[in-house]
T-cell receptor
Framework: DGGITQSPKYLFRKEGQNVTLSCEQN?????MYWYRQDPGQGLRLIYY???????QKGDIAEGYSVSREKKESFPLTVTSAQKNPTAFYLC???????????FGQGTRLTVV | QKEVEQDPGPLSVPEGAIVSLNCTYS??????FMWYRQYSRKGPELLMY????GNKEDGRFTAQVDKSSKYISLFIRDSQPSDSATYLC??????????FGKGNQVVVIP
C-alpha cells in the first residue's frame, strides 16, 4: 500500500540531545513537508522540500535541520538548540503543484 | 493578519445535527481549498478538496467556497459520534505551500 510512514510513533529526548525523526513515502511525490502541531496552534511549517537535495525553511525552522538525499525520504533532526521541542510532528507529501497533501501518522516527541 | 483564520473553539452538537465549520483567508492567490479530519493522536486525513467557488458534496459532507468573500465552509449533515474529531481547513497557492487553519474540535454527543 502506498503511503507515508513516520517513525517512531513516540520518542523521548533528554535535554541537550539531538534526535532524528524519520519520514518515508512510496507515493512518488516530489514535495515533502514537516509540520509541528501544538494544542491550539494548528499546524506550523518547519521545513519543506520540493526536489531532491533542495529544501527551504518554513515559519519555525530554528532549532531544526533536514536533509533530502532521496526522493522517498525526508528526515527531521530536532537539535539541542530547539528550546521547546515537546510536540506532535507531522510529515506530509504532495505530487506536483497545487494538490492535496497526504500525511503520516505523526511522531510525538517528549523531552524528559 | 494571519493568512487563514479558523476559530478553534470546541463545538459540541447532538447526534443528527448539522455541523457548520468555516475559515476565512486574506490571500486572494489561494486557488485550492481542502478540509482535513484529524482524530486524536493521528495524522490528518483529506476529507474534501475543491478549487472553484460553489458547493461540492460527498455523502454527508458539503464543502462550500466563496472566493469573492474569501470564505470557505464545511457542513456535516446527520452528524454521528464517529464524526467527533478536529477539522482543519487548508489552502494552497502557486508556490505549492499549504496554509492551515488552527482546527475546530467537534464533539458529537450520542
Amino acid at each position: 500500500d502506498g503511503g507515508i510512514t513516520q517513525s517512531p510513533k513516540y520518542l523521548f529526548r533528554k535535554e541537550g540531545q539531538n534526535v532524528t525523526l524519520s519520514c518515508e513515502q512510496n507515493l512518488n511525490h516530489d514535495a515533502m513537508y514537516w509540520y509541528r502541531q501544538d494544542p491550539g496552534q494548528g499546524l506550523r511549517l518547519i521545513y519543506y522540500s520540493q526536489i531532491v537535495n533542495d529544501f527551504q525553511k518554513g515559519d519555525i525552522a530554528e532549532g531544526y535541520s533536514v536533509s533530502r538525499e532521496k526522493k522517498e525520504s525526508f528526515p527531521l533532526t530536532v537539535t539541542s538548540a530547539q528550546k521547546n521541542p515537546t510536540a506532535f510532528y507531522l510529515c506530509a507529501s504532495t505530487y506536483g503543484g497545487n494538490t492535496e497533501a497526504f500525511f503520516g501518522q505523526g511522531t510525538r516527541l517528549t523531552v524528559v | 493578519q494571519k493568512e487563514v483564520e479558523q476559530d478553534p473553539g470546541p463545538l459540541s452538537v447532538p447526534e443528527g445535527a448539522i455541523v457548520s465549520l468555516n475559515c476565512t483567508y486574506s490571500n486572494s492567490a489561494f486557488q485550492y481549498f481542502m478540509w482535513y479530519r484529524q482524530y486524536s493522536r493521528k495524522g490528518p486525513e483529506l476529507l474534501m478538496y475543491t478549487y472553484s467557488s460553489g458547493n461540492k458534496e460527498d455523502g454527508r459532507f458539503t464543502a462550500q467556497v466563496d472566493k469573492s468573500s474569501k470564505y470557505i465552509s464545511l457542513f456535516i449533515r446527520d452528524s454521528q459520534p464517529s464524526d467527533s474529531a478536529t477539522y482543519l481547513c487548508a489552502m494552497v497557492h502557486g508556490n505549492n505551500r499549504l496554509a492551515f487553519g488552527k482546527g475546530n474540535q467537534v464533539v458529537v454527543i450520542p
